[in-house]
């Protein structure tokens, strides 16, 4: 039997309808199980070819009802056929399907991840009593979502007078409020978990939602049974039920607005979301349970395992799917500080370039300790180790002092930003609204770059000639000035390298909103205020000093002292594998090429090569600020799920503002 129908399916994807009898002849009710789904299996393929493209519904459907009517034209084998499908949905555990497909056997992010990799690697059996897995075997193709929600009303009429008697309805019936019994146990378990619970407002618990549900669901249950009364309280128990989880569904809804107080993480936004489709499953469930005519609530319910069938088989699904809240939240711990750097008035615009001055005063430090460093003459590792260590300190003293580097704000700025755009779809005026705000960004950036090169640069040329003044020599001899000139110029790899430093910034933005979010989340400003050992050591009014302090400043030491290290540690690392990487920062080059001018003097300025590295710092700047830009403002519109038009609108607008007042990009007005 299972090689007859092995061979059917070979045969069929060549000539499904010439076919299409033998395989119904092939049809035993008292074949065993293994065998009996294969055939199911073949039978599905016949209807779907293998070549049929996703969206394509006309084939199947055609297919589908050439079937019905073979065996409209013969009773016995109409028979033999029905007692087959029957006997493998009466014997199959329907719970498997309608309370457990598409949802992970457990809690966590990783106990899915590993269910995942473990079905994309592992071949499934024909021989299961899991009518889940059986699904995933019978509707496999991407399409078969598509064909399903295609079938008409008549032809789902023949389907039904197929398949369905009282027997099978009592059973399915049966399986049905068992389901909703398992999902409503499985919801009051989510949200009654150590993880949720205290995420919930408090408000919405005090009807106890989540503690009622599965005593409604049982009540549901025992409804079943009373033979007298029981369509009646059936009904209302439906209806109590709905009211319970609409009850449930914001409890759960609450825990996102709570996350910037407690945080977020993986596992707590799975959970989240299988809470909510666990919660529109049991109402799919009652549509089927409460409709007079369920035949099309049924065909919506197996639409919808269809469609999950690709991503139950998707790792990348999986993640694209539960970490966009991740990235939102990431995203907008990185806006709620991003904000501080976007200037909107003629007295914000000057205070930013005041204090981007005093960021190029620190960078001119940077810059000297940078080329002392380098006369160490230290190994690779530790010589990018030392290098990072200056410039991360360099920055974290520039945070400190309240100072800016230019090159910071972008990836820091954009998910600020595409927090204006959560109302873009419904209003031009949001659209208008985000243009200024791209406005007064791109001013501030220039601003930022203007304040820290025009004072790095004068500073280190101040210090170069002090230098000469004191002991007769420059702080860098000839031999590195011109070291500078070669790495520096626009005719190297220059451009190349000042995008892929604007990499590593975007990359500290994340791993700033990582690290603050990992503050929040564990409450350590909390344990700070409150531990007893710690406010012993520090004393009550310190300790809460700290506390804030410390929520205030996280996520910009995080950023800062990331940044700095990967400077100096990502080329070291990527030349030990043979890439040659290096990092072009437009501040730090031009605190060097101005060093470099210290030490060669004049002369150098008739110099081609001079010129070809002074040419290449407004472009470094421009690399450095468009990529983390670019990178951070996808991240944030990825984790908003904006759509694909309204984006074409922004651009529209956004060019049309630049032909109507190109200066407004330039100047506060």
């Known amino acids: 039997m299972t090689a007859l129908l092995l061979q059917l399916r070979t045969v069929l994807a060549a000539q499904p309808d010439a076919d299409l009898p033998a395989l119904l002849d092939a049809a035993d009710p008292g074949a065993a199980r293994a065998s009996r789904h294969l055939w199911l299996i073949a039978l599905v393929d016949a209807l779907r070819p293998a070549d049929t493209a996703t969206g394509d519904t006309a084939v199947p459907l055609e297919r589908l009802r050439h079937l019905l009517d073979l065996l409209d034209t013969d009773p016995l084998l109409a028979q033999r056929c029905r007692a087959v499908l029957r006997s493998v949905f009466a014997t199959a555990d329907a719970g498997t399907l309608l309370a457990d497909f598409g949802f992970s056997p457990r809690s966590g992010f990783g106990a899915e991840l590993i269910d995942r990799l473990r079905r994309v690697t592992l ?51 049966r399986a049905l409020i068992d389901s909703v019994q398992m999902l409503a146990s499985q919801v009051r378990a989510v949200g009654l978990s150590a993880s949720i619970r205290p995420r919930i407002d408090p408000a919405l618990l005090a009807d106890r939602p989540f503690h009622q549900l599965a005593q409604a669901a049982a009540l549901l249950s025992d409804a079943d049974e009373s033979v007298d009364t029981a369509e009646q309280q059936q009904q209302q128990q439906m209806t109590y039920l709905r009211v319970l989880l609409d009850a449930c569904r914001t409890a759960a809804a609450s825990v996102r607005e709570h996350l910037d107080a407690w945080g977020v993480s993986v596992d707590v936004v799975f959970q989240i979301e299988q809470l909510h489709e666990r919660i529109a499953r049991i109402e799919a469930l009652l549509d089927c349970l409460a409709s007079p005519e369920p035949a099309h609530e049924w065909q919506r319910l197996t639409v919808a395992f269809a469609r999950s069938v690709q991503t139950r088989r998707s790792i990348g699904a999986l993640f694209s799917h539960h970490y966009a809240m991740l990235a939102r939240k990431v995203a907008e711990r990185s806006a709620a500080t991003g904000e501080h750097y976007i200037t909107r008035t003629r007295d914000e615009y000057l205070d930013m370039l005041r204090r981007a001055c005093g960021g190029g005063l620190v960078i001119a430090g940077t810059t000297f300790l940078k080329f002392a460093i380098g006369a160490l003459a230290l190994s690779a590792f530790w010589a990018g180790f030392w290098a990072g260590a200056n ?33 873009v779809g419904d209003s031009d005026a949001a659209i208008e609204d985000f243009v200024d705000e791209v406005t007064h960004l791109i001013r501030t950036q220039i601003a930022g770059i203007l304040g820290n090169v025009l004072v790095v640069a004068p500073v280190v040329l101040l210090a170069q000639g002090a230098a000469w003044l004191l002991q007769g020599a420059p702080l ?89 290290m990967m400077l100096g540690l990502v080329p070291t690392l990527a030349a030990f594998f043979g890439l040659p990487i290096e990092v072009r920062h437009v501040t730090l080059s031009a605190g060097q090429l101005a060093a470099a001018l210290g030490t060669l003097g004049v002369p150098v300025l008739h110099e081609p090569a001079f010129w070809w590295c002074v040419a290449a710092v407004p472009l470094t700047g421009a690399l450095n600020v468009l990529v983390s830009f670019t990178l951070a403002f996808r991240l944030a519109l990825r984790s908003r799920g904006l759509k694909v038009r309204d984006r074409g609108r922004l651009y529209a607008a956004l060019r049309r503002r630049l032909r109507e007042a190109p200066g407004s990009f330039l100047r506060p007005g």
């Open 123 to 173: 071949p499934g059996t024909p021989d299961t009593g899991d009518l889940g897995q059986l699904f995933l075997m019978v509707f496999h193709h991407p399409g078969d979502a598509d064909w399903l929600g295609a079938i008409d009303a008549p032809t789902l009429s023949r389907i039904e007078r197929l398949l369905v008697d009282d027997h099978v309805r009592g059973h399915w019936h």
């Open 391 to 423: 410039y991360a300190a360099s920055f974290v003293l520039i945070h400190l002092l309240h100072w800016t580097v230019a090159t910071k704000q972008p990836a820091m700025t954009a998910p600020a930003m595409a927090a204006k755009l959560d109302d």
């Open 476 to 564: 860098i001899d000839a031999h590195t000035a011109h070291k500078v000139l070669d790495k520096l110029t626009l005719a190297g790899p220059t451009l190349l390298y000042a995008a892929f430093t604007g990499v590593l910034l975007f990359l500290s933005s994340l791993i700033a909103g990582w690290w603050e979010n990992w503050f929040v989340f564990h409450r350590l400003d909390s344990a700070i205020a409150h531990n007893p050992r710690i406010v012993r050591w520090l004393g009550a009014e310190r300790a809460q000093r700290w506390s804030h302090w410390w929520r205030g400043n996280i996520s910009g030491l995080a950023a800062n002292c990331s940044l700095g």
